[in-house]
C-alpha cells in the first residue's frame, strides 16, 4: 500500500505536489470598506413665523394745571356781594315763615281753650282750618327753599361763567391739556414736575376778565 502512494507520489507535478505539502495560505483579505459616510445632516433653518409686531407706546405724561375752584370762587368781592343779596331775600322769607308760624300757634291754643265749649260742628271746623294753616305752612317752607336755591344760582352763575373763562384762558395760553379742580381734597397728591398750581395765574387773569354777560363769552379786557 505504500508503493502505491509512493508512485502516485513521484507521478503528481511539482506545483501540485508543493500545494499539497505547503500550508494552506489564509486567502488575502479583502480591503475592508468603510460605508460611505453620510453627510451630517442639517437641520432646516427655521424660519420665524409671521407674528404680529408689538409697538410699545410709552405713557402719555399731560402737562396740567390745578386749583382750588371754590376757594377762589368764595375769596372774590361778587361772591361777597352775592352772598348779602341772598341773605337779604333769605330775610324776608323768614319773616313771613315766622309770621304764619304765630298765626298757627294762635290758632291752635284758641282751640285748646275752645274745645271744651265748642259744638260738634264747630270743632269739626276749626279742625280743618287747622289742618289747612299747617298744610300751608309747609308748602310756602317747601317754595321758600326752592326759591332760594334759584335765588343763589342766579346770583352765583355770573360770577362762575367769569373764574370758569378766567381758568380757561391761563390753560391756554400755557398750554396746558386740563386744570384740575382740588376742592374737598380730591387729589391728595399731584405731582408737581407735570402739575403747577395756577391759582396766581387765574387770580390776574380774572382782573382782565370783563364782567360777565349772559349768552356771550367774556373775553380779556384790552390793556
Known sequence: ??????????LLPAAAIAQITEPAQQPAQLPVQQPAQQPAQQ???????????IILIPPVQYKFGYVNYRAIFESLPEYAAAQKSLADIKAKYDSETLHNEEEFR???LDFLQGQKDFPQTIMLKRQKELQNAMERGIKFRNEV????DNAQKELEAPIIARLDSAIK??????????IMNTDAHAFPFINPTLGEDVTGAVMQKLQTIKEWIPNQNPQPAAQ
Open 43 to 53: 437641520l432646516p433653518e427655521m424660519q420665524p413665523q409671521g407674528t404680529d409686531s
Open 145 to 148: 327753599s326752592q326759591m332760594l
Open 1 to 10: 500500500m505504500k508503493n502505491i502512494l509512493l508512485a502516485l507520489f513521484l
Open 106 to 108: 294762635r290758632m291752635y
Open 169 to 178: 384762558l391761563v390753560a391756554t395760553e400755557k398750554g396746558y391739556e386740563f
